[in-house]
């Protein structure tokens, strides 16, 4: 099924874009010139699978030629979705520690005298 909006990902998660295993060129995965400046960008987000397909005409197009961006439903990435949201909680996580210890040491490192 194509679409031309892009649909959300899995709950919770954010599109991961990755070239990786979409062919195009060997230095820039998923790309491939169409000639003069047109190119055509190729996508997959890693967790829910959607592809993207972008499709740029550049500064030599031709009247009535649009750039376009369609979207093809895919299979979600069960080991990823997990390895991404184990990430997340590690990070929310520590981001709560760093508070927690910057709020302690302000409150510690006031002196109870005034300082002139």
Not at 1 to 13: A, K, N, S, Y
Not at 78 to 99: C, F, K, Q, S, Y
Request: aromatic letters at 6%; glycine letters at 12%.
């Amino acid at each position: 099924m194509t679409r031309e909006q892009e649909p959300d990902c899995v709950e919770g998660l954010d599109h991961a874009w990755t070239g990786e295993g979409e062919g195009g060129c060997d230095e820039n995965p998923g790309v491939w010139s169409l000639g003069g400046t047109a190119f055509k960008f190729r996508r997959h987000c890693r967790f829910c699978g959607v592809v993207r397909t972008e499709i740029e005409h550049g500064s030599q197009r031709n009247p009535g030629d649009e750039d376009t961006t369609t979207y093809e439903v895919g299979t979600a990435d069960e080991e990823a979705i997990a390895v991404e949201r184990r990430r997340l909680l590690r990070n929310r996580m520590a981001r709560a520690r760093r508070r927690r210890g910057r709020a302690g040491a302000s409150i510690r490192a006031a002196p109870s005298w005034p300082r002139w």
